[in-house]
């Protein structure tokens, strides 16, 4: 008992103080959105994450944002949207186009925020660089990922999932292939930055992607 008490630390963070255990860091919160999801967390170096992809329908004001199941109406958006990706009952959290990312309304609960290109990159630097991040942040096992899940470990309990994308003409792919998550940084007028991961390698690619695409989002705390 002795010995197990002395790899337990203390660690404070911007006022927080989060727990680990040798080097697995458990969870130091929750947060819950506007829709009373409530969501589990993780601290990644000195970031704090959800672990868990959003699944809010209104944005922190109360606005809802309006679920949109029609491929020609979802592709030509030009305002916050969401959907569901069929016959996975929720599991992946909801899919937002880039107009939801952005609206002033904010997508985020309060104290948190769509991550920007610069803090995906300095999740993925403390991880070891893109090349082998994926890895650490893609969930175990074949439940959520597609065989063979390369290199996946779930190191810091991200718990990365596959939950595909809806493309800019409205159709759904790549579940249980590809996670792909949004940042809030555009790239001109009608793309935006990215960040994907794959079944087969335990990269974490940076992509420019339509603004009409459907993906899913981590929030990071303030």
Request: charged share 15%; hydrophobic share 40%; aromatic share 10%.
């Given at each position: 008992m002795k010995n197990h008490l002395m790899k337990i630390k203390n660690i404070v963070l911007s006022g927080?103080?989060?727990f680990?255990?040798?080097?697995?860091?458990?969870?130091?919160?929750?947060?819950t959105d506007i829709d009373s999801n409530v969501y589990k967390t993780v601290v990644i170096g000195t970031q704090v994450w959800m672990a868990e992809n959003l699944k809010t329908t209104r944005y922190r004001n109360g606005?809802?944002?309006?679920?949109?199941?029609?491929?020609?109406?979802?592709?030509?958006?030009?305002t916050g949207a969401c959907f569901e990706y069929p016959g996975t009952n929720g599991a992946y959290g909801k899919l937002y186009n880039f107009f939801a990312v952005t609206d002033s309304a904010k997508l985020c609960p309060a104290g948190w925020h769509v991550p920007s290109v610069a803090e995906w990159s300095k999740l993925t630097d403390f991880l070891g660089g893109k090349d082998v991040a994926g890895g650490k942040l893609k969930e175990k096992g074949k439940k959520y990922w597609q065989k063979p899940n390369t290199g996946a470990t779930d190191k810091y309990d991200f718990k990365a999932l596959a939950g595909g994308a809806r493309l800019n003409t409205g159709i759904c792919s790549f579940a249980m292939q590809v996670g792909m998550w949004w940042s809030s940084s555009s790239y001109n007028a009608g793309s935006a930055y990215a960040f994907s991961m794959a079944f087969n390698n335990d990269i974490v690619y940076e992509r420019q992607n339509s603004k009409a695409y459907g993906s899913s989002v981590r929030c990071v705390k303030d």
């Open positions: 927080l103080c989060f680990y255990i040798g080097t697995t860091c458990l969870h130091a919160q929750t947060v606005d809802t944002i309006p679920v949109v199941p029609k491929n020609p109406i979802w592709s030509e958006l030009k």
